[in-house]
């Protein structure tokens, strides 16, 4: 499955963003879709995760409360709000089939091309 994240772009402290990822050649029915990011010569990170069955979801404890994962069949959002200069990163989105929402990861088979999300204070 090939993956297509959009939405990114440069917002000020405390502004808003809609990333979203959606797959061709499959659905997200039997996928388990997950949020990365990559600051400036920083490591990936998770960000936030939803399960196959689109109710169980995971998030890291700095975006928790500000960000939200919801998944249909078509599309994944990433609702985030109150967003911080230290939320800026490239953006990737990855899914494991018939997956949990691991923060590894190592776990996740495909992946997005990722977007820029720039956050100025």
């Known amino acids: 499955v090939r993956l297509a994240e959009s939405g990114g772009g440069l917002v000020q402290a405390g502004q808003s963003l809609r990333l979203s990822c959606t797959p061709s050649?499959?659905?997200?029915?039997?996928?388990?879709v997950g949020w990365f990011r990559r600051p400036p010569g920083k490591e990936y990170e998770f960000v936030a995760g939803?399960?196959?069955?689109?109710?169980d979801t995971r998030y890291a404890d700095s975006v928790k409360g500000r960000f939200t994962i919801s998944k249909d069949n078509a599309k994944v959002t990433l609702e985030m709000n109150s967003l911080k200069p230290e939320d800026t990163a490239m953006y990737y989105c990855?899914?494991?089939?018939?997956?949990?929402?691991?923060?590894?990861?190592?776990?996740?088979?495909?992946w997005g091309q990722g977007t820029q999300v720039t956050v100025s204070s």
């Open positions: 050649g499959a659905s997200f029915r039997t996928y388990g």
């Open positions: 939803v399960a196959w069955n689109a109710y």
């Open positions: 990855a899914v494991r089939l018939w997956g949990t929402a691991t923060v590894a990861e190592h776990e996740w088979d495909h």
